[in-house]
């Protein structure tokens, strides 16, 4: 092969890499975590869910009953922290998100991570993990003076609403929307989303800030 050959074969695939980067860089994906999932120590405080795209806070949805998630919220624009809590050593987790919304409108669902809680001493993690561990030992726990709490848990026919105890030092509240039947027949995301409308609104009433709060929502459809 001459150097004319080469020469083109080599612009071919420059041509071809600057193609897929600018491919992925249209996609809406996740872009990986920090710490990765084989670097999980038992003391990590929580994993940072990095994606391509800005987010909507108000459209991301971890599955329910995961106990060794105590929290979650947004860093900037394109990462989701998850705080995690009670990690055993050496046992395995998965770490579920039913669906993330890109503020463009694009969503991702059914992301599972999996990673086992490793003996990584506190020198080895990365800063951040450092400075949040020695930050977490003087911050008090959630305020048990925060006028909500007065008015949980609450209940009504389309969703109930509880605090939870966050690791971040704030509370988090766990909102379970109730589906029914009808709704899920006729128009599931409408009825999902007024639901969480409803769910801020009350908030509201309280005089209170939904924005404050980090919500967590459980979609509860009807058995059949």
Do not use: C, W
Request: hydrophobic content about 40%; proline content about 4%; charged content about 20%.
């Amino acid at each position: 092969m001459n150097k004319r050959s080469l020469l083109y074969l080599l612009g071919i695939i420059i041509v071809l890499f600057a193609g897929f980067k600018v491919y992925q860089s249209l996609q809406f994906r996740m872009t990986g975590t920090s710490p990765s999932v084989k670097q999980v120590s038992v003391i990590s405080p929580f994993i940072d869910v990095n994606f391509s795209k800005a987010l909507d806070k108000n459209k991301i949805e971890l599955a329910s009953n995961q106990k060794f998630i105590s929290n979650y919220n947004l860093v900037g624009d394109k990462t989701l922290r998850v705080y995690l809590t009670d990690l055993t050593l050496d046992a395995d987790y998965t770490l579920s998100i039913n669906s993330v919304t890109a503020i463009s409108g694009k969503e991702l669902k059914n992301i599972s991570l999996r990673f086992t809680a490793q003996n990584i001493p506190f020198d080895k993690l990365n800063k951040t993990q450092q400075e949040a561990i020695l930050g977490h030992q003087d911050k008090p726990t959630p305020s048990k003076s925060d006028p909500i709490l007065s008015h949980l848990p609450y209940g009504g026919l389309d969703f109930e609403l509880t605090a939870v105890a966050g690791q971040s030092g704030t509370l988090s509240l766990h909102a379970r929307l109730l589906l029914s039947a009808a709704d899920v027949r006729t128009d599931e995301a409408g009825a999902t989303a007024q639901y969480k409308k409803e769910v801020q609104d009350y908030i509201r009433s309280l005089g209170l800030n939904p924005d404050k709060y980090v919500i967590d929502y459980e979609i509860v459809k009807p058995s059949i």
